[in-house]
């Protein structure tokens, strides 16, 4: 059974740094599009960052460009989440995620084919 299981968030002051991982399994993801994405309370699902699958491409939110940086390790099976800089409105719930199709992750949420359980992340000011 394929299986996404994210680690690493916790509540952290504003400015501060943590890293999120999403380690895979069930099945390789190596030849698969991976991506982060967060909800806040009340809120809708939103994407975060995606990268391919060679890890050669990348693609960010707006409001994490700069701050935010996704990384991969196929042979790991894993894909990572540096959040530095961390502001108040950072505070989510962080989904991992996986397709096949880069743009999926990238504009279609609803499509998505695998997510993880979520971490939270948790800013304080």
């Known amino acids: 059974q394929e299986q996404l299981v994210e680690s690493g968030g916790g509540l952290v002051q504003a400015g501060g740094s943590l890293r999120l991982s999403c380690a895979a399994s069930?099945?390789?993801?190596?030849?698969?599009?991976m991506g982060w994405f967060r909800q806040a309370p009340g809120k809708e699902r939103d994407f975060v960052a995606a990268i391919n699958w060679m890890g050669g491409s990348a693609y960010y939110a707006d409001s994490v460009k700069g701050r935010f940086t996704i990384s991969r390790d196929n042979a790991k099976n894993t894909v990572y989440l540096q959040l530095n800089s961390l502001k108040p409105e950072d505070t989510a719930v962080y989904y991992c995620?996986?397709?096949?199709?880069?743009?999926?992750?990238?504009?279609?949420?609803?499509?998505?084919?695998?997510w993880g359980q979520g971490t939270q992340v948790t800013v304080s000011s």
């Open positions: 069930g099945r390789t993801f190596s030849n698969y599009a």
């Open positions: 995620a996986a397709d096949q199709r880069y743009g999926t992750i990238v504009s279609m949420t609803s499509k998505v084919a695998y």
